[in-house]
């Protein structure tokens, strides 16, 4: 979303990143993150959760790269947005790969142990609000963490 967007809420900042599709670039979420919070009002709780908002995003990343792209070249654009009132980040994701149904993908049973299938628990435990949206000429993912 672009700045405009947000009429009734107060932007304190907004950091764009274009990344290609590969975990690679992955090493560049942490510093954006922090960054952001390094510039966020003092007024923003950020004890402890730059590391679980990158967690978060960057099992984002990785889903994109294997399996919207199935690791072919691409390219990932992230919109951070810091938020005053309310207090949030909000993360945009957008690729131009394949897209999934979100509800069919089945929850972990944690008495069934498995290797893979943790990451959309795990994006949702981290944050307040995930949205994906597909289309046909791209995907988005919103991410909110709630910072007051």
Known sequence: MAREQYESAAVSDVLRVEIP???AYLHLIGPSISC???NAP???NVEGLAYNIELAVHEVCTNIIEHAYGRLPGHIKIVFTMLTKPQQ???ELFDNGRSFEYASIP???PDEPQ???YGLF???ALMDEVEYCPKDNGNTWRLVKNLA
Request: glycine content about 4%; hydrophobic content about 55%.
């Open 21 to 23: 599709a590969a975990h």
């Open 36 to 38: 952001l919070f390094n």
């Open 42 to 44: 003092s007024s923003v």
């Open 89 to 91: 980040l909000v993360i």
């Open 107 to 109: 929850m972990p049973t």
């Open 115 to 117: 290797v893979r299938g």
């Open 122 to 124: 795990l994006i949702q």
